[in-house]
């Protein structure tokens, strides 16, 4: 399983970013995928989470700015970013894992067993 995220870039606070994740090896359909961030200094966190038959959850600090969604046909996933504030400043990884996880436990990065690379997202104030 590979996972490729991009889309990642520089951007005003207030303005917004899409990033893809392209999930290659796998039949994407079967799959759940998640977005988690980094900042400098912190610990990875979740921040959303499509299961494999869409539905999706947001981590509080992100819901109502942030949707993710998937295009199985494209074996795509995406992180739709609006109203970006200089917080959401971070390094965005796609995560990976066959079936779903429980509601309960997807922002815990131990769950999941494959990642992408990372994309940067930095948001000027």
């Known amino acids: 399983v590979q996972l490729q995220a991009s889309g990642g870039g520089l951007v005003q606070a207030g303005g917004s970013l899409r990033l893809s994740c392209v999930v290659s090896?796998?039949?994407?359909?079967?799959?759940?995928i998640a977005w988690f961030r980094q900042a400098p200094g912190k610990e990875r966190e979740g921040m959303a989470y499509?299961?494999?038959?869409?539905?999706?959850y947001y981590a509080e600090s992100v819901k109502g700015r942030f949707t993710i969604s998937r295009d199985n046909a494209k074996s795509t996933v995406y992180l739709q970013m609006n109203s970006l504030r200089p917080e959401d400043t971070a390094v965005y990884y796609c995560a990976a894992r066959g079936g779903n996880i429980i509601v309960g436990r997807w922002a815990d990065d131990n769950m999941w067993n494959y990642w992408g690379q990372g994309t940067q997202v930095t948001v000027s104030s």
């Open positions: 090896g796998v039949t994407l359909g079967n799959y759940a």
């Open positions: 499509i299961r494999t038959l869409g539905s999706r």
